[in-house]
């Protein structure tokens, strides 16, 4: 079997996320005694297309192209699954990201393959056989999904594998597929990116608020608590539906899933949907002066208090132990 991964960018750079799954798909092609080859399409260094060989990539596909510049969709997984076919790659590794989960059903219409998204772990491989655990019911669990088809696809959720060193001499190779105006037809003219230091999808800590805060002008205390923290911070779909916080805040079934280390809710319910899209998150506290929030019943830490007089304390805490540490 051989290995493809593609690998994502944000104007023209790799997010860690992008180095998480070049760690996984490493790890993949370790237990099947094969190299690693990357795919990159878009405008990117010839330095960071490089660094994708500090975690294992032995071959980078370069493609670049005007036509190629934002992300269409079908241009992108034709080009790719151009790519797999021409490498002779039978297993296909990407991020389960916000074009990653695009992607992958369209590539997998187009290889023939099965698909295990939401990967959280590495298969356990048998024979031809792929065994992958993911997240299943928006998180509520987890599934072991069987890829017994020649063409296998996994798409691994963010924060789920560690990033992980694994030095390889990464030759980069200009690759020219064919690109059909078909593709083409739908145009991106625009692409709004959350203003945070650090995007939500990859973000290890997130500190979220909803209306508890009572409005806009609260929102101070909540960026003073993510910026001590070094968090991304995020928010309900109210908020962003009243226009209190943009919409590329907005965290839940429809909206980013985020699975940080650490998710902090302050002035949230804890509504079903909101739950779907941080149930991935690997510690969560609660901060609700109302004890009987659905949000404690997943918490793995709640306060009950209000939160404009729990979270100021909580910065100065936070501020402390830095300052001492």
Not at 106 to 118: C, E
Not at 131 to 142: D, N, Y
């Amino acid at each position: 079997m051989s290995v493809l991964v593609y690998v994502e960018n944000a104007e023209g750079k790799f997010k860690k996320s992008t180095f998480e799954v070049v760690s996984y798909a490493k790890a993949v092609s370790g237990l099947l005694n094969t190299d690693l080859t990357a795919i990159s399409i878009g405008d990117v260094s010839q330095d960071e297309l490089s660094a994708l060989g500090k975690y294992g990539a032995s071959k980078v596909l370069n493609v670049t192209s005007d036509k190629l510049k934002t992300f269409v969709i079908q241009a992108y997984a034709s080009v790719i699954s151009e790519a797999a076919k021409n490498e002779g790659s039978d297993v296909l590794i990407l991020a389960n990201s916000f074009s990653g989960k695009g992607l992958a059903p369209r590539l997998a219409v187009k290889l023939q393959a099965g698909l295990a998204d939401s990967a959280v772990e590495l298969p356990t491989i048998e024979n031809n056989s792929f065994s992958v655990k993911k997240t299943a019911f928006s998180g509520k669990a987890f599934a072991h999904v069987e890829l017994n088809s020649k063409n296998k696809i996994v798409a691994l959720n963010p924060n789920s594998y560690p990033l992980t060193e694994n030095l390889a001499d990464a030759k980069i190779e200009d690759f020219k597929p064919e690109i059909k105006e078909s593709d083409l037809r739908i145009t991106v003219t625009d692409v709004i990116r959350a203003t945070d230091k650090i995007a939500l999808p990859d973000a290890e800590l997130v500190v979220s608020a909803g209306r508890g805060l009572k409005g806009p002008e609260n929102w101070s205390m909540v960026e003073e608590l993510a910026e001590a923290l070094g968090a991304a911070t995020a928010c309900s779909k109210p908020v962003s539906d009243a226009g209190w916080r943009p919409h590329e805040e907005h965290v839940g079934q429809t909206g980013i899933a985020v699975s940080p280390n650490l998710y902090i809710a302050i002035g949230i319910s804890g509504a079903i949907q909101h739950l779907a899209g941080v149930s991935s998150s690997k510690t969560i506290v609660v901060i609700n002066k109302d004890p009987e929030a659905p949000f404690f019943k997943v918490a793995d830490y709640g306060i009950v208090g209000d939160a404009f007089e729990v979270v100021p304390k909580l910065t100065e805490a936070v501020k402390a132990y830095k300052s001492h540490s």
